[in-house]
Structures are given as structure tokens and as C-alpha cells.
Nanobody, 120 residues
Framework: VQLQASGGGLVQPGGSLRLTCVVS????????MGWYRQAPGKQRELVAS???????YYADSVKGRFTISRDTAKNTVYLQMNSLKPEDTAVYYC???????????????WGEGTLVTVSS
């Protein structure tokens, strides 16, 4: 199983980006999805997460601006980021809890980070 994150880049304050995390490999189900970020000199923090689309969490700092979603058919997870602020600058990581077998355990996987820079 591999996770490939993309979509980062340089954007001006107030702009938007959509991050994409594509999952490849032998997958039975994606149970939990999350996006984390780590700014320079800071600890990695949870930005958004959802459990099969039922329970969704957003950090207070991104509520109303970020949206986590998925395309089940494409095994892809998205993070739509609007009204970006300089303090959103960080490396963003996707994190998935998934099963490779119907009766197997939920395993945790991380994608490589994608850098988001918000600056004028």
C-alpha cells in the first residue's frame, strides 16, 4: 500500500489549494482519513479527519475554510483549502487507516508530505 500526496504549492493569502492523496495497492476499505500538517519548528498537528464520512473533525484554526472528502471509486482523499492564511504554511501529510483484507486489522499509513506555502 502506498499513499501519494500532491497539490501543494505557493499561493497568496486568501487563495485556495486542493490537496490530493491517492492510495494504491491491495485495499479492501478505507476506514479513517486524515490530513496533518507540520510547520517549521512545530509539532505535527491534526488538521482534519473523518471516519467513513460519518464523524468529521476539523481543527479550530481551519473550520469553515478546509473540507476533507473522498472519492471511493478512485481511492483518493482530498483536502480543499480555501481562504488560506500565512499561518497555514506547512508540510501537509495524509494519513489513512485502512484494511487490506475484509477481516484484517485496520492499519495506519502515512503519505509523503506536500509543502503548502502561503505568502504574498
Amino acid at each position: 500500500v502506498q499513499l501519494q500526496a500532491s497539490g501543494g504549492g505557493l499561493v497568496q493569502p486568501g487563495g485556495s489549494l486542493r490537496l490530493t492523496c491517492v492510495v494504491s495497492g491491495n485495499i479492501f476499505s478505507i476506514n479513517t482519513m486524515g490530513w496533518y500538517r507540520q510547520a517549521p519548528g512545530k509539532q505535527r498537528e491534526l488538521v482534519a479527519s473523518t471516519t467513513s464520512g460519518i464523524v468529521t473533525y476539523y481543527a479550530d484554526s481551519v473550520k469553515g475554510r478546509f473540507t476533507i472528502s473522498r472519492d471511493t471509486a478512485k481511492n483518493t482523499v482530498y483536502l480543499q483549502m480555501n481562504s488560506l492564511k500565512p499561518e497555514d504554511t506547512a508540510v501537509y501529510y495524509c494519513n489513512l487507516g485502512l484494511k487490506t483484507k475484509r477481516f484484517g486489522p485496520v492499519m495506519n499509513y502515512w503519505g509523503e508530505g506536500t509543502l503548502v506555502t502561503v505568502s504574498s
